[in-house]
Nanobody, 121 residues
């Protein structure tokens, strides 16, 4: 069964850093575009960063210059390095990816279970 598993969330002080990981498990033929989203209490889920299979990335204005998305295609894993964290970055972070399972005929879209990031002193 193909799934995305996130890790790396936690509690950090303002100005600190965290690195989130999203690993795709199962029999995967191709790993397509991937994005990190976040959802704060009472707010809609928003796109934080996105990276194509070729490595092209883009970011929400609120995180530009602070967050970096990267991927290791050999490990089917995508990372989100978060620096200079602010209290307003507090949210549940979700990864989302287009995966092509072995035996499948096309990409399908998957979500991870989410990981909590709390920025507080």
């Amino acid at each position: 069964q193909v799934q995305l598993v996130e890790s790396g969330g936690g509690l950090v002080q303002p100005g600190g850093s965290l690195r989130l990981s999203c690993a795709a498990s199962g029999s995967i033929f191709r790993f397509g575009a991937e994005g990190w989203y976040r959802q704060a209490p009472g707010k809609q889920r928003e796109l934080v960063a996105h990276i194509t299979s070729g490595g092209y990335s883009n970011y929400a204005n609120s995180v530009k210059g602070r967050f970096t998305i990267s991927r290791d295609n050999a490990k089917n894993t995508v990372y989100l390095q978060m620096n200079s964290l602010k209290p307003e970055d507090t949210a549940v972070y979700y990864c989302n990816a287009d995966l092509w399972p072995y035996g499948g005929s096309r990409y399908s879209n998957y979500w991870g279970q989410g990981t909590q990031v709390t920025v507080s002193s």
